[in-house]
């Protein structure tokens, strides 16, 4: 069956340390998305890609880094240098089709910071 | 800066009673809105409108973009305790292919049986 899996789903790390989240796909969807969501405020776009080796900030990019080496990768890097990194961590992906179209999300990685 | 309102913020209702849940949006460069259920990881789609004035439905669920007014509702009738969720509102702006989607604070529905 066709979808995103993230992983993990929990995740714990001590804080000055830096945390990779994995998104893969097999959907064979050309855009990929990162959001964050607290909560009372709604999913935050992080960073997206709208194809290989390309990558865009979105509204809340300082802190994180991501890469997109392949179609299907897009994994984000939560750096020390995120304030308040504790937070639900939400990948999706979109057809690249010209027009808006709806996001698949995976299952999502709740990662805490202590 | 581009703003996605959503209302209530929260909703507790009984089995069976009809809901109506607001969306309304300042945004530069309208593309679509769109109705996500989120009822414990992933949302789910369930609607997307790019026409005002034209309604979608689906079961007992349906939903309409206003015509003038910068606003979506969401309907839900008949509700079930199956219908509790959070439903997230985003709106799709910017030009070229992919959308970036600016999402509302979510509504949290709680259906009591």
């Known amino acids: 069956d066709g979808g995103i899996t993230q992983s993990p789903k929990y995740l714990f790390r001590k804080e000055g340390q830096n945390v990779t989240l994995s998104c893969e796909q097999n959907l064979n969807h050309d855009a990929m998305y990162w959001y964050r969501q607290d909560p009372g405020q709604g999913l935050r776009l992080i960073y997206y890609?709208?194809?290989?080796?390309?990558?865009q900030k979105g509204d809340i990019a300082e802190g994180y880094s991501v890469s997109r080496e392949k179609k299907e990768s897009f994994p984000l890097t939560v750096t020390s240098a995120q304030k308040n990194p504790t937070a639900f961590y939400l990948c999706?992906?979109?057809?690249?089709?010209?027009?808006?179209?709806?996001?698949?999300f995976g299952n999502g990685t709740r990662l805490t910071v202590t | 800066e581009d703003k996605v309102v959503q209302s209530p913020l929260s909703l507790v209702v009984h089995e069976g009673d009809t809901v109506t849940l607001n969306c309304s949006y300042e945004?530069?460069?309208?593309?679509?809105l769109l109705w996500y259920k989120q009822e414990k990881k992933a949302p789910t789609f369930l609607f997307m409108l790019t026409s005002s004035g034209i309604e979608k439905k689906s079961g007992r669920l349906s939903s309409i973009l206003g015509k003038k007014e910068l606003f979506s509702i969401l309907n839900i009738t008949a509700t079930q305790t199956g219908d509790s969720a959070v439903y997230l509102c985003a709106v799709g702006v910017g030009g070229g292919g992919a959308q970036k989607l600016v999402f509302g604070q979510g509504t949290r529905l709680t259906i009591n049986p």
């Open positions: 945004v530069t460069n309208f593309r679509s």
């Open positions: 890609s709208q194809i290989v080796n390309d990558f």
């Open positions: 999706a992906s979109s057809m690249e089709t010209g027009f808006v179209s709806p996001l698949h």
